[in-house]
């Protein structure tokens, strides 16, 4: 197994949950850490935790959804570690209510923070990895990302994406010497579901403790998979059970809801409240060349010669 000791990382969302006990347990192995982050305060706190480890230990304060942010990154690390060996894409945002619920603005900043972020932060930092013989990159997914549920198309498609995006990355550069792994656990007890982007006025939600395991888990399974190399990595049994059994969980999904109860949606409803109007053909007019409306009988015989 590949060992993590004096190495240099990166870590994203690393103030909180999944990223925070990433670079907890990292730092006990002795690898020196890039935390970025745009909670000033918890970011500073985890830091100086690490440090106790003496290691080299330095944060960032960024918005990963600026374009800008994956170039910024790689010169600050290039600057301030003289490379790097570990890139975690970790950072992330969940949503719960069905598209039409949710605001354009909403829907963005999934996308943005769950899929370009990785995506850009990942192009930009091969430089440094590939100067390496040995490089990883380890993007944290879900198991939302092999199986369908309701009320989370947003973060299913990042999730998806972020898959995809890692097994492809992981067949171009085998050969280089680095390695890519998607890590999908299922539910976390972080503050991902207390910062769930939800519908104006709906209430966030969160799911039973039973189901779910915690950061300390999560971050053990992670670490383990940057030594070995693994493709993806399921955390949870619910994680497994979806992933082994999805060749049929999917289409049993898909059979429940089509099986369920129909509703009217209330555009539905909307649109049957509003009187039909219908337009006649000596109603239209087209503009022509020259701006002037022409009448649509004259149209039709141009249309018909």
């Known amino acids: ?21 990433l670079a907890r347990q990292l730092a006990r192995k002795g690898t020196h850490l890039l935390l970025v982050d745009l909670q000033e305060t918890l970011l500073e706190q985890i830091a100086e935790e690490c ?13 990963l959804t600026e374009d800008s942010a994956g170039k910024q990154l790689a010169t600050i690390a290039k600057e301030r570690m003289d490379g790097l060996e570990i890139l ?35 192009h930009a930092m091969l430089p440094l990895l590939l100067a390496n013989p040995r490089s990883q990159i380890l993007n944290i997914a879900s198991m939302y990302g092999y199986f369908p549920t309701k009320n989370c198309a947003p973060y299913h498609c990042s999730k998806y994406g972020l898959i995809g995006l890692s097994l492809a990355m992981r067949m171009d550069y085998a050969r280089y010497g680095l390695g890519v792994t998607a890590l999908c656990p299922g539910f976390v007890r972080t503050q991902l579901f207390d910062n769930m982007l939800v519908p104006s006025g709906a209430d966030t939600k969160e ?54 109860h129909k509703k009217t949606h209330e555009y539905t409803r909307q649109a049957t409240q509003q009187p039909l109007q219908f337009v006649t053909l000596d109603q239209i007019a087209y503009k022509s060349e020259d701006q002037t409306e022409v009448p649509t009988t004259d149209y039709e015989s141009r249309f018909n010669e």
């Open 1 to 21: 197994m590949w060992n993590v000791t004096g190495k240099r990382a990166l870590i994203t969302g690393a103030a909180s949950g999944i990223g925070r006990e």
């Open 51 to 63: 440090r106790r480890e003496k290691i080299l230990v330095e944060t960032v304060i960024c918005d």
């Open 88 to 122: 975690v894409n970790n950072a992330g945002v969940a949503n719960y209510g069905r598209m039409d619920q949710l605001t354009a603005e909403q829907v963005e900043q999934v996308l943005q923070i769950n899929l370009m972020a990785p995506l850009r932060l990942s």
């Open 207 to 260: 799911p039973p403790r039973w189901l779910s395991t915690t950061a300390d888990v999560v971050a053990r399974k992670a670490i383990r998979s940057i030594e070995k190399n693994s493709r993806l990595v399921p955390v949870t049994l619910l994680a497994y059970l979806g992933y082994y059994e999805q060749p049929w969980l999917a289409g049993l999904l898909d059979w429940i809801v089509h099986w369920e």
